[in-house]
């Protein structure tokens, strides 16, 4: 049972292919998935473009959102200046996840106040 307790979880980790539904300009990318057999995996992605029109893929797409939901704010005193450090190398998953908040950054989730 102690081995069982100390036993680390690690969350199910499946092959996925991007694809971008967006068939003018812009960005509308969801991932699928890799294990399915090639049929279902095809009607998901058809399914998925079809009804492309019902996913929210900024914010702006979500117009009833209460905004004291999704604004963040840092209570930063206007008197003082940021301190800016030496550049760090990172490991490869904080790289990850540096590159998932600047994809939400640049998304429109997430602004400088």
């Given at each position: ?21 967006e ?29 492309q ?31 800016k ?29």
């Amino acid at each position: 049972m102690i081995a069982q307790e100390e036993h680390e979880m690690k969350p199910h980790q499946e092959e996925t292919e991007l694809i971008d539904l967006e068939t003018g300009e812009g960005k509308k990318e969801v991932k699928v998935g890799t294990g399915m057999i090639a049929p279902i995996r095809q009607d998901l992605i058809t399914l998925l473009e079809e009804y492309q029109d019902i996913f929210a893929w900024s914010y702006q797409d979500m117009p009833g959102l209460d905004l004291h939901i999704v604004q963040h704010r840092l209570p930063l005193n206007p008197g003082c200046s940021p301190v800016k450090q030496k550049l760090r190398r990172m490991r490869p998953e904080m790289s990850l996840k540096i590159k998932e908040v600047r994809k939400q950054f640049d998304a429109g989730f997430l602004a400088v106040a």
